[in-house]
């Protein structure tokens, strides 16, 4: 039987929900529908094309056939711990293009393109030019003095008792409650960062501040964001001190991701800090093959399939 159905395509990053959680349930394909279903077999219907990042808890089993729909759509698929505070693996929801990914390791090899890019960021996050004449472990040391200032001054605002950013990634509920906040909060961050870096198409582990890790790009564009959406969240929340912390930092960064239109912007900001690096993109050489079967024209990202 022939099918009708036109192919999928990715709905823009800046068009989509931001997130959503699951836990406790298979997560399938069931009639052309994208499902969640509980141990009683009761169906709850997932609009899958239009979530930038599903963020998957413990109790959660996913289908084959519903993690290759996500990848079409264009949907990351995270698999993070208990109230979404620990990170352990990701889908990747439609691979890099090549040519992005090239200019992004191209800035981030040549000593003097990353400083223009780490300068850009810094300009971005604290709304000033960096001081002059300094390279970029200096600029990451005035950074990070910048941000326990910040921090400090979150904790006074909202009458927080503030002993510094400390957690134990092995056992996440010793931490005090504002960090724990503080984790939950940056983890919807993350999720969401990298789902916009992968729909740009370009590299999570190529970073510029940030480095030698898995998300360090991830890290770098959610910096230039966490102190205008998720910290405030953080802080504001733990003063309050609800029974369950971190599922309500979770559901006021939706909203917070929602008021401040983050996916509006995270795309356009990650081509304005790397333009800042003053470097042509590369182009393909000239006895280079073309693809046998072309990418057709989407009106997703550039870096999702179909």
Known sequence: MTNLLPPLKPIPM??????????????????????????????????????????LQPGTRVSHAAAALAAR??????????????LYASGQPGGARSDRLLYQAKLALDEAARLKVVRKMYALRFGEEPPTRRSVDQLRGIEGARVRKTY???????????????????????????NRCLSA????????TEAAVLAAGYAPAVGF????????FVYDIADLFKFDTVVPVAFQIAAKAPPQPEREVRLRCRDSFRQTKLLERIIPSIEEVLAAGDLP??????EAVPPAIPNPESLGDAGHRG
């Open 14 to 55: 800046k068009d989509r929900i931001s997130m959503m959680f699951i836990e406790y349930g298979e997560i399938d394909v069931l009639d052309g529908a994208f499902v969640v279903v509980d141990v009683n077999g009761v169906r709850t219907h997932i609009p899958v094309g239009s979530v930038a990042c599903l963020m």
């Open 185 to 192: 909060a940056t983890a919807c961050l993350y999720g969401i």
């Open 281 to 286: 993109v590369p182009t393909a050489p000239p």
């Open 209 to 216: 501040i940030h480095s030698g890790k898995p998300l360090s």
């Open 73 to 86: 759509v264009g949907t990351l698929l995270v698999w993070v711990g208990e109230a979404g505070v620990r």
């Open 152 to 178: 400090q001054i979150l904790a006074q605002r909202f009458r927080v008792q503030w002993d510094g950013r400390r957690y134990n990634p092995e056992d996440w509920d010793a931490s005090n409650v504002v």
